[in-house]
């Protein structure tokens, strides 16, 4: 269900109807019709609408609501048919003085039926001492008396007042811890729904990375539980009417006329065997009506057979932005052009942004229409909320977010509310990926880099020795131990050195066995650390040949090549990163389109902000379809400085850029970038 509908839709008064007691408590027959039970009751003689209401303990609109015919007058030998409550339930009469029995089913909750019923937990507890301590299936429980039509108009201001002050398409009442839940064979989306009292829309939106058909068995469910909303939504009911044979028709033909089995109609007149012109007949028909429900009130039935023709449009909508052939971008960034002498990191971002539109220059060959929206936050908090209440912010397929904590807070938030996908450039230190879907995270994090380092290491130095180089320093420590812990357990040959002052030859050599292949790896990325053991190693490679030996290297080790390029060639060293410029003939269209463009070169620094900025926006060129959403599927992007490689780990979370680029700095004296 679209919930601008809802919107809409929430504002109509809906009349509940009440349902008839039990049949046990009546003692009507009942029969089949079309698949429903219905309660019959043959009319007497002389008797009114209000003389049956008063009987059967319902009011004179539900006889009319189900019997329209009724409306008219009641006669003698006259049927009327009521609905059959479904495992004897039973609601309160239009008198509200009435109590009813409930009968427990599986997956019911207090919650749920206070729900249902328009009463309180309490209330049912105190009609009820024995659930506190929860229900059990077949347990029977006493409804306390209530206000059918005091409930609904409570369901209906429900709903407007949750959307009266949202500008967001879902309003979600956060009621619950989020549950991870695995499916289970049988279960399904609507289940979920059903389980944890939440609603389609949420469920969707929570788990953008699951599509419609992919709620089966296996699949890790993040829900949000008691987060439903009452909603109005359609139902299909039977209502009989009287209708007077004419010449020539046949139960068949009026039957085919009015859109329902022969069978149909012959079960609503048992006693008439067949149509003959002039009698009155019942003619049971089906009709929709809308109805105020929620999760406890609304059947698994019905919420199937509601959402199941329109989800995957529904999945489109929530998750996706269907804007035919363009791309609208954001870039929502502290240029501080406010400023007559901006910091070096809006310059920076100013770098970046040149970058990206270099890029755009592409999307004409690609027959995209490109639109690029750019904001100056200025660094500041309240200028950030301000663009983000800009109504095309909405409309956005991508925004690009700064570093800065809370301005990237501010702007993740919004695009989890509002289903617009961001991308985080800039910071390794925000975890809102975690548990926001639309947040894409370019750099990677620490232990995921890692994680796919040491899947390249297992594969690169299989059968190798590991020599640690131990130093005291806090760098990179985080890196290090995720290194170390793998290696050991994975069971590698270890040895460590030690490394207080400088290494000489013998404190290496002497760890080393003749014929063995051994890998070196520095506890940290220091230069301090580097100066310490870097001659020694590189003897170490060149005396003793019976032995393979290589290094193993830091990003900041990209900071160092200066001085240490060729030292680090001469070991035959790899060097593991988010991003590696190794300029030369890679960046040579780049820097020629910059100078012909700004008239100049781009600030220099690790990584390249314009370098950056182009490499995204070819990702973004190449990756983002014509409906504006970027495919998920996209395979591994190699950028000049930047490569893009997407993952989920959950339904419910963001995606991280998986791509690590491996340099190798070769003992012929090349450098080889892999990106794995």
Same mark, same amino acid.
């Given at each position: 269900m679209n919930f601008k509908d809802i919107?809409?839709?929430?504002?109509? @008064? %809906?009349?509940?109807? !009440?349902?008839?007691a039990a049949q046990t408590q009546m003692n009507l $027959?009942?029969?089949?019709?079309?698949?429903?039970?219905?309660?019959?009751?043959?009319?007497?003689?002389?008797?009114?609408?209000?003389?049956?209401?008063?009987?059967?303990?319902? !009011?004179?609109?539900?006889?009319?609501?189900?019997?329209p015919d009724a409306a008219d007058g009641i006669s003698g030998g006259m049927t009327l048919y009521f609905p059959v409550e479904a495992n004897g339930k039973a609601a309160a009469t239009a008198s509200g003085t009435a109590t009813a029995v409930h009968v427990v089913e599986q997956g019911e909750t207090l919650y749920g039926l206070a729900k249902r019923y328009g009463v309180t937990i309490d209330d049912l507890i105190a009609s009820n001492p024995n659930s506190e301590n929860g229900l059990k299936v077949g347990q029977k429980l006493?409804?306390?008396?209530?206000?059918?039509?005091? @409930?609904?108009?409570?369901? /209906?201001?429900?709903?407007?007042?949750?959307?009266?002050?949202?500008?967001?398409?879902?309003? *979600?009442?956060?009621?619950?811890?989020? %549950?991870?839940?695995?499916?289970?064979?049988?279960?399904?989306?609507? !289940?979920?729904?059903?389980?944890?009292?939440?609603?389609?829309?949420?469920?969707?939106?929570?788990?953008?990375?699951?599509?419609?058909?992919?709620?089966?068995?296996?699949?890790? %469910?993040?829900?949000?539980?008691?987060?439903?909303?009452?909603?109005?939504?359609?139902?299909? =009911?039977?209502?009989?009417?009287?209708?007077?044979?004419?010449?020539?028709?046949?139960?068949? =033909?009026?039957?085919?006329d009015n859109?329902?089995?022969?069978?149909?109609?012959?079960?609503?007149?048992?006693?008439?065997k067949k149509a003959k012109k002039g009698k009155t007949i019942i003619l049971p028909k089906p009709y929709a009506e809308r109805v105020t429900g929620d999760m406890a009130t609304i059947t698994l039935d019905?919420?199937?057979?509601?959402?199941?023709?329109?989800?995957?449009?529904?999945?489109?909508?929530? *998750?996706?932005?269907?804007?035919?052939?363009? *791309?609208?971008?954001?870039?929502?960034? $502290?240029?501080?052009?406010?400023?007559?002498?901006?910091?070096?990191?809006?310059?920076?971002?100013?770098d970046f942004y040149k970058g990206f539109?270099?890029?755009?220059?592409?999307? !004409?060959?690609?027959?995209?229409?490109?639109?690029?929206? &750019?904001? +100056?936050?200025?660094?500041?908090?309240?200028?950030?909320?301000?663009?983000?209440?800009? $109504?095309?912010?909405?409309?956005?397929?991508?925004?690009?977010? $700064? =570093?800065?904590?809370?301005?990237?807070?501010?702007?993740?938030?919004?695009?989890?509310?509002?289903?617009?996908? %961001?991308?985080?450039?800039?910071?390794?230190?925000?975890? +809102?990926?975690?548990?926001?879907?639309?947040?894409?995270?370019?750099?990677?994090?620490?232990?995921?880099?890692?994680? /796919?380092?040491?899947?390249?290491?297992?594969?690169?130095?299989?059968?190798?020795? *590991?020599?640690?180089?131990?130093?005291? @320093?806090?760098?990179?420590?985080? #890196?290090?131990?995720? #290194?170390?812990?793998?290696?050991t357990r994975k069971k590698?040959?270890?040895?460590?050195?030690?490394?207080?002052?400088?290494?000489s030859y013998n404190d290496i050599s002497n760890k080393m066995n003749p014929g063995s292949k051994y890998v070196f790896i520095p506890s940290s990325g220091d230069k301090a650390l580097i100066k310490k053991y870097i001659k020694a190693l590189k003897e170490v490679k060149k005396e003793r040949?019976?032995?393979?030996? =290589?290094?193993?290297?830091?990003?900041?080790? &990209?900071?160092?090549?200066k001085d240490y390029q060729t030292d680090l060639q001469d070991i035959d060293s790899y060097m593991f990163s988010r991003f590696f410029n190794a300029k030369g003939y890679r960046t040579r269209d780049f820097d020629a389109a910059y100078k012909a463009n700004f008239d100049g070169e781009p600030l220099t620094g690790e990584p390249y902000m314009a370098l950056y900025g182009w490499d995204a926006g070819n990702y973004l060129l190449k990756s983002l379809g014509v409906d504006g959403r970027i495919d998920e599927e996209t395979p591994l992007f190699e950028g000049v400085q930047t490569s893009f490689r997407w993952e989920r780990g959950d339904n419910w979370r963001g995606f991280t850029n998986q791509a690590v680029e491996i340099v190798h700095f070769s003992t012929d004296h090349q450098i080889t970038v892999n990106v794995k």
């Open positions: 919107i809409a839709l929430a504002f109509l @008064s %809906v009349a509940a109807a !009440t349902p008839l $027959p009942t029969t089949q019709i079309g698949g429903v039970e219905f309660y019959r009751y043959d009319t007497s003689n002389g008797e009114s609408i209000y003389d049956i209401a008063a009987k059967l303990g319902v !009011t004179k609109d539900y006889i009319i609501q189900n019997n006493v409804i306390p008396s209530t206000s059918t039509a005091h @409930s609904t108009r409570d369901a /209906n201001q429900e709903v407007i007042n949750a959307f009266s002050n949202s500008t967001a398409q879902i309003a *979600v009442a956060q009621t619950g811890d989020p %549950v991870i839940h695995e499916m289970k064979d049988g279960e399904s989306i609507y !289940t979920l729904a059903k389980q944890y009292n939440s609603t389609i829309e949420g469920i969707i939106t929570t788990n953008p990375g699951l599509e419609p058909d992919e709620y089966i068995a296996g699949a890790r %469910v993040k829900v949000i539980p008691n987060s439903a909303l009452p909603f109005i939504y359609e139902r299909t =009911s039977r209502r009989n009417y009287k209708y007077e044979v004419k010449r020539g028709e046949t139960f068949a =033909s009026i039957a085919k859109g329902i089995s022969e069978e149909e109609l012959k079960a609503a007149n048992p006693d008439m019905e919420l199937r057979s509601y959402y199941e023709p329109r989800i995957n449009d529904l999945y489109d909508n929530l *998750v996706g932005k269907k804007l035919e052939n363009e *791309v609208n971008i954001a870039m929502v960034l $502290p240029f501080q052009l406010h400023k007559s002498a901006p910091p070096k990191q809006a310059y920076l971002y100013t539109l270099l890029a755009l220059d592409n999307a !004409t060959e690609l027959n995209k229409h490109i639109n690029l929206k &750019v904001y +100056d936050t200025q660094h500041n908090l309240n200028v950030t909320d301000s663009i983000l209440a800009l $109504p095309e912010l909405k409309t956005m397929n991508m925004i690009i977010a $700064p =570093s800065e904590p809370q301005q990237l807070a501010r702007i993740n938030a919004f695009g989890k509310t509002n289903g617009v996908p %961001v991308m985080n450039c800039f910071t390794t230190k925000n975890e +809102d990926y975690l548990d926001n879907p639309y947040v894409y995270q370019v750099n990677t994090p620490t232990n995921e880099l890692m994680h /796919n380092v040491m899947r390249w290491f297992d594969e690169q130095f299989n059968g190798y020795n *590991v020599v640690f180089l131990n130093a005291s @320093s806090e760098n990179d420590k985080e #890196m290090f131990e995720l #290194m170390r812990t793998h290696i590698y040959n270890t040895a460590t050195i030690n490394v207080s002052g400088d290494l040949f019976d032995c393979d030996l =290589s290094l193993i290297a830091y990003p900041e080790y &990209v900071l160092y090549l």
